[in-house]
């Protein structure tokens, strides 16, 4: 796996090690097995290293969805559910940020999303295949089993929990002047499980329509809100540095939540930046070294 952990698959599933860009290994995959649907995940996410590889994403991103996408075709599945992402949107002209704002992606990799998102309408005219489009705002949090360990960390809230766990001296804060309540960016957070749930959903959305939907808590937190939190469900005071701005960091987005709710009838358990906080937390404690393989 690529960036993945072994470790974290769940023991009763069927793992197969293959790229997705490979059509023998694909078919030799689908031929074995019966499918009714499929759940795609498999792309590269680090926004700023799409903009330094543009290649290396829109291949796997958008190359290897196409491979992917062929593979149902051939073996008739008719059903597929794609893993999209809040970067679509870019510097979105309005929050909340509902699905019908424009796609003005500000990265290589929000843009591979976007342009999976238009491919799938052209599937569903050629082949009848229904999709949904998932578009996550910063999935985050864990489960009791399950938690985040990306290597390199770029996530905001494991990187500010390292610092609590003493594995990082300080967390820096890109950008102080933003025209926000406290001057920092705002960003909309998704627990993992509240992730799982839409899924599923989703999986039964595709039975009969296709169609896009943001997955977030449905309000802006700022960095500061989030460093507040930690501080809140550790104990432990975190030591902060303020530093310039990042280029291409929208000041504000969230997201609109209500097409989730009224189509798919999601429903979102953990309100709360504190929960998401005290889950992963949790799991940290648990495995302060992340996963050993």
């Known amino acids: 796996m690529v960036s993945g952990h072994l470790e974290a698959v769940h023991p009763d599933a069927e793992f197969v090690r293959a790229d997705i860009r490979d059509e023998q290994a694909l078919g030799r995959l689908f031929a074995a097995h019966s499918f009714n649907a499929v759940i795609h995940y498999g792309g590269y996410i680090q926004a700023g290293e799409s903009v330094e590889q543009p290649g290396r994403y829109f291949a796997n991103n958008i190359g290897g969805t196409i491979t992917l996408l062929n593979a149902l075709v051939q073996y008739g599945v008719q059903r597929f559910v794609f893993s999209s992402s809040a970067g679509v949107y ?7 940020v509902r699905e019908d704002s424009p796609f003005q992606a500000v990265s290589p990799y929000g843009d591979s999303k976007a342009m999976t998102e238009r491919m799938l309408g052209w599937y569903e005219g050629a082949y009848g295949m229904k999709s949904v489009s998932l578009r996550y705002f910063n999935a985050a949090g864990a489960s009791e089993t399950r938690g985040e360990d990306h290597r390199p960390e770029t996530h905001l809230i494991p990187i500010v929990l390292d610092v609590a766990l003493g594995k990082r001296d300080k967390i820096v804060i890109y950008g102080t002047d933003y025209p926000t309540p406290d001057g920092t960016c705002v960003r909309d957070y998704v627990h993992v499980s509240d ?8 999986l039964d959305r595709t039975e009969k329509a296709s169609g896009a939907y943001n997955l977030g808590m449905g309000k802006g937190i700022s960095n500061r809100e989030i460093i507040e939190s930690v501080r809140r469900v550790t104990g432990v005071e975190i030591p902060v540095e303020e530093g310039p701005r990042r280029a291409g960091d929208p000041a504000e987005l969230y997201a609109s939540i209500e097409k989730a709710q009224a189509e798919l009838g999601w429903k979102v358990q953990f309100t709360e930046i504190d929960e998401i906080v005290a889950s992963a937390w949790r799991w940290l404690q648990a495995m302060p070294d992340g996963y050993a393989e």
């Open 90 to 96: 870019g510097d979105a002209e309005s929050v909340p």
């Open 195 to 202: 992730l799982a749930s839409a899924h599923l959903l989703a």
